[in-house]
């Protein structure tokens, strides 16, 4: 069993950065592929990026390539998303996941193993 405990949300005005956290309880962090999503009012859940185990290897939609990074610390058994010129669309609920599959596919499939309960970013134009 895994619980993810996401923190770092709140509110930003356009252009500004936050950096989200993810912390995980439970063993075998590093079994774990990891990634965010996230879901705006009104809208469906939409995948914000996904890191592989080591942390080698990261991806990203196109709409998030370049403004956003995901990191993670093994040792911490934490995952980072840092947002960076950011915008009022960027404004959502973002849940951290964690999941047996592959990295490289997170973004294809809906069904995570684990979801954090999520934090909200709120972007002020």
């Known amino acids: 069993q895994v619980q993810l405990v996401e923190s770092g949300g709140g509110l930003v005005q356009a252009g500004g950065s936050l950096r989200l956290s993810c912390a995980a309880s439970g063993r075998a962090f590093s079994s774990y592929a990891m990634g965010w999503f996230r879901q705006a009012p009104g809208k469906e859940r939409e995948f914000v990026a996904a890191i592989s185990r080591l942390g080698s290897k990261t991806y990203y939609p196109d709409s998030m390539k370049g403004r956003f990074t995901i990191s993670r610390d093994n040792a911490k058994n934490t995952v980072y998303l840092q947002m960076n010129s950011l915008k009022p669309e960027d404004t959502a609920v973002y849940y951290c996941?964690?999941?047996?599959?592959?990295?490289?596919?997170?973004?294809?499939?809906?069904?995570?193993?684990?979801w954090g309960k999520g934090t909200l970013v709120t972007v002020s134009s």
């Open positions: 996941v964690a999941d047996t599959g592959t990295a490289q596919t997170m973004g294809q499939r809906s069904a995570m193993d684990y």
